[in-house]
């Protein structure tokens, strides 16, 4: 039986002309790297996941601009967490996430 890690994610895309695209982009992409999903509140997902959270950050990133969208990635349980894009307040993102790396 393989290992499996429990993960949330919380993610904003910002509305422009390709944001459809890349809500389609990232559920599939989410769907490709997981299984188990609660996703009750808007733009947050709890899920398991065999694949490790380096290897989950890089499934997830080509669905997003990073120039534009955040989503912070965290292994349940434990302060691994990492985030694409850019937080617009990093001292505050930082405060709370001091051990988050960025992908």
Known sequence: MALSYRYWATFRLKQ???WQKRYTSLGLAFDKVGSRFWQEPTSFVAFNSVQVLENVARILKPALDPNVDLLVLALS?????CYIGTPDNAAVFKHHFPFAKKV
Do not use: E, M
């Open 77 to 81: 349980d434990t302060s691994s967490c």
């Open 16 to 18: 422009n002309p390709t």
